[in-house]
């Protein structure tokens, strides 16, 4: 089994939509250590952040975080050590489009 370091996901949503941003490779699974959420507007803003394993159709009980504020020209770091199987997806909400996320974690084939 090899195991590779690298940024798994970098997304910049479209504002009020549900995005999915990174799914497990088939034959993999995926520890995700860290979500940094960006917001580069000078106004508050808000996000949501959904784990669903295979790819399940999303609904409340998926959600990790769930319209948390991040202030004007603030980031807010997660550090997680979230364990992934092949097919579960990461889904990302924004309340505008100013927001950046970026996923850092680790895929082992």
Same mark, same amino acid.
């Given at each position: 089994?090899? @195991?590779?370091?690298?940024?798994? &996901?970098?997304?910049?949503?479209? %504002? $009020?939509? *549900?995005?999915?941003? =990174?799914?497990?490779?088939?034959?993999?699974?995926?520890?995700?250590?860290?979500?940094v959420v960006a917001n580069r507007a000078s106004? @508050?803003?808000?996000?949501?952040? &959904?784990?669903?394993?295979?790819? %399940? $159709?999303? *609904?409340?009980?998926? =959600?990790?975080?769930?319209?948390?504020?991040?202030?004007?020209?603030?980031?807010?770091?997660?550090?997680?050590?979230?364990?992934?199987?092949?097919?579960?997806v990461v889904t990302v909400y924004a309340s505008? %489009?100013?927001?950046?996320?970026?996923?850092?974690?680790s895929e082992i084939a």
């Amino acid at each position: 089994m090899a @195991t590779t370091y690298k940024v798994l &996901a970098q997304s910049a949503p479209s %504002a $009020t939509t *549900a995005t999915n941003i =990174y799914t497990v490779p088939t034959s993999t699974s995926t520890v995700v250590s860290t979500i940094v959420v960006a917001n580069r507007a000078s106004t @508050t803003a808000t996000y949501r952040i &959904a784990i669903r394993p295979d790819g %399940a $159709t999303l *609904a409340n009980q998926h =959600y990790l975080a769930y319209d948390v504020a991040v202030g004007g020209g603030d980031s807010t770091t997660l550090t997680l050590g979230i364990t992934m199987d092949a097919a579960d997806v990461v889904t990302v909400y924004a309340s505008t %489009a100013n927001l950046s996320f970026n996923i850092f974690g680790s895929e082992i084939a």
